[in-house]
């Protein structure tokens, strides 16, 4: 017999009754009934119960170890009665009669419980995220990541894709988020930086005649942590393909998702293809969003001609400036009490909204400050632009164009959860495409790339030179599940009069274009296919398939919010020798020693 198990602890069945197996594994959880004590013994494959008489010899072995102490037990499987039979375990028909148990590690005192659904701090799962992956619901994470990342890899496989290896250590970029910069100890006062994404060396394997690249690629940014985004570092299933237009990219990756979705999501429906693309400024006006939830059936409106020249001289000052005024329909709502309406406005307010205006449409006809001061037939306008009926309300958000669609987006969430109106047990998904190339910097009046500077204009070099930046749009493109953004992607700019063109546009000179981009755009230079392709967000696929609200739940080792891994204790100091082998003095800010005296202190 194998030093340490003949068997997992998922595998004894009826059976096996009379067999003598050998398990090992943790102690889950022991009860001690006097005479007779049960220990839970569990693996990374499942859980045995084991069974000790109090004549046994290794009774007392097996009552001293501690819960989470590694054992490794012999002895013969029996059968249950079956009043004992767990039919909520695979192994729940049969139990282990110990008859040799060997301690192969003690555990101490347990900071938090591997047992039970108890909740813990996040702090102390964090510092202990060793115990924490013992734990079921986390650990089953990490298999379904583990599964779900084998499945994208061969599905990719099977389309033909080759799998390639872009650098880690590459050069800092202008574009993006912040970099993470690694000093190089053989050039002084030279960096290199963690790549925030594959992006230029997949394009140059298209250059070099590679056709179709995929990779299980780490990117790095530092940027701050948020529920659907990790500090530092995540992983996406990076492609890229030549010779392809946008419908190609599209219909390469979506059976990809769908499949992975429909074989990982326990059940639940999945959309069907071809997924619905919504165009940039469609999916802004009826959802207040660049990534809609499809899965709230809620349709903003725009409504500003309705209250232009109108009564209501509020938003009617602010339609005559330009802005912009967007109604939310709220189906059923005119039953909800006054409080919820005052609550809505309040939580309006918090959110850096002057107030949350509405009207309610009741059998007795419309009521609210608006219906009273707006002439009755735009009322009715609205009320037939929205369809909506007696019983109904409708929520107004009033603003510049672009704040007045993000704000309205943020209460069509809002009224969504509330009425309850969200869709359950269904993955929606959609492409969101036709992203202006340029927006406004609204800090300092120039023009910016808006998503991607290596996309493609729509109408290429002519849009470039005919066109107001503003207008034109971008072979961009991103692929958005239940309102969350999966991957952002693009049909690359291949060509380089293209390609200095648009970044003198947003204010780059050729100089720096060569200085910052040299590499790919000499490439280039020497012959490049049209290509494209896209990255879908490997953690969030996975946090969408676990249905866990936060991304550090399938994540192996996260960070926390402030970006500091509590295991590892990372970030930390070097030593002096290390500073100086990379040329490096630390300017550190100067931080205020406080000294409490009982005194009042000025400044």
């Not at 495409?433 to 927006?439: I, L, Q």
């Not at 800090?443 to 930046?469: K, V």
Request: with cysteine; hydrophobic share 40%.
């Amino acid at each position: 017999m194998h030093r340490y198990r003949s068997h997992t602890c998922d595998q004894p069945r009826p059976e096996h009754v009379g067999q003598t197996l050998r398990l090992s594994g943790w102690i889950h959880r022991k009860r001690d009934h006097g005479n007779l004590l049960f220990v839970d013994l569990r693996d990374h494959y499942g859980l045995t119960q084991v069974v000790c008489d109090v004549s046994s010899e290794v009774f007392k072995t097996l009552e001293s170890a501690r819960v989470e102490s590694v054992v490794a037990v012999t002895g013969e499987v029996i059968a249950r009665t079956a009043e004992t039979v767990n039919p909520n375990l695979p192994t729940g028909a049969v139990e282990l009669r110990a008859v040799e148990v060997e301690v192969l590690s003690t555990a101490e005192v347990l900071p938090m419980m591997v047992a039970g659904d108890q909740e813990f701090p996040e702090e102390m799962r964090l510092a202990y995220r060793f115990l924490d992956l013992r734990r079921e619901k986390v650990h089953a994470n990490m298999v379904l990541r583990s599964k779900v990342i084998s499945f994208l890899r061969q599905s990719m496989i099977d389309q033909g894709f080759l799998e390639y290896q872009t650098p880690i250590l590459t050069a800092s970029s202008p574009e993006g988020a912040r970099d993470f910069l690694v000093p190089s100890r053989l050039h002084p006062g030279q960096f290199y930086a963690l790549p925030q994404a594959p992006q230029q060396f997949k394009q140059l394997l298209m250059v070099s005649g590679f056709d179709k690249y995929f990779q299980i690629a780490p990117c790095f940014r530092d940027e701050d942590g948020r529920a659907d985004r990790s500090p530092g570092e995540f992983y996406q299933l990076d492609f890229e393909m030549s010779f392809v237009t946008q419908d190609d990219v599209f219909n390469a990756i979506e059976p990809v998702l769908r499949n992975c979705f429909k074989t990982f999501g326990n059940g639940k429906a999945v959309t069907e293809g071809p997924f619905p693309r919504i165009p940039y400024d469609e999916s802004m006006l009826k959802y207040g969003s660049d990534k809609p939830d499809l899965r709230n059936p809620l349709i903003i409106a725009d409504v500003s001609e309705h209250f232009a020249g109108g009564g209501f001289g509020l938003f009617a000052k602010q339609v005559e400036k330009g802005n912009a005024v967007r109604a939310i329909p709220a189906p059923g709502a005119a039953s909800r009490p006054r409080g919820w309406y005052d609550k809505l406005n309040e939580w309006a307010r918090e959110n850096g909204a002057g107030g949350l205006g509405y009207i309610i449409f009741d059998e007795a006809g419309p009521k609210g400050p608006i219906a009273k001061n707006l002439e009755a037939d735009r009322v009715e306008a609205i009320r037939v632009a929205l369809d909506l009926k007696a019983g109904d309300s409708v929520f107004f958000a009033c603003d510049k164009a672009l704040k007045a669609a993000k704000f309205a987006g943020l209460v069509r969430e809002r009224v969504c959860d509330d009425l309850g109106l969200r869709e359950e047990g269904v993955f929606k998904f959609c492409w969101t495409v036709d992203f202006p190339m340029y927006e406004m910097n609204e800090d300092t009046g120039q023009i910016d790339f808006s998503h991607n500077p290596f996309s493609m204009p729509q109408g290429e070099m002519e849009a470039l030179e005919t066109m107001d930046p503003l207008d034109i749009k971008a072979f961009q493109y991103d692929i958005v599940c239940n309102g969350v953004e999966l991957s952002s992607g693009a049909i690359r700019n291949h060509r380089p009069e293209i390609m200095y063109k648009a970044f003198e546009i947003a204010g780059y000179s050729k100089e720096v274009v060569e200085d910052k981009f040299g590499g790919m755009l000499r490439a280039f230079k020497y012959g490049a296919p049209p290509h494209g392709g896209s990255a879908p967000g490997v953690d969030r696929i996975v946090m969408l398939l676990a249905d866990e609200p936060n991304i550090r739940e399938v994540i192996l080792f996260p960070m926390n919010g402030q970006a500091q891994d509590l295991l590892m204790h990372a970030p930390n100091t070097v030593s002096d020798k290390q500073l100086k082998e990379l040329h490096i003095k630390l300017d550190l800010p100067k931080k205020a020693l406080k000294v409490d005296t009982g005194e009042k202190t000025e400044g």
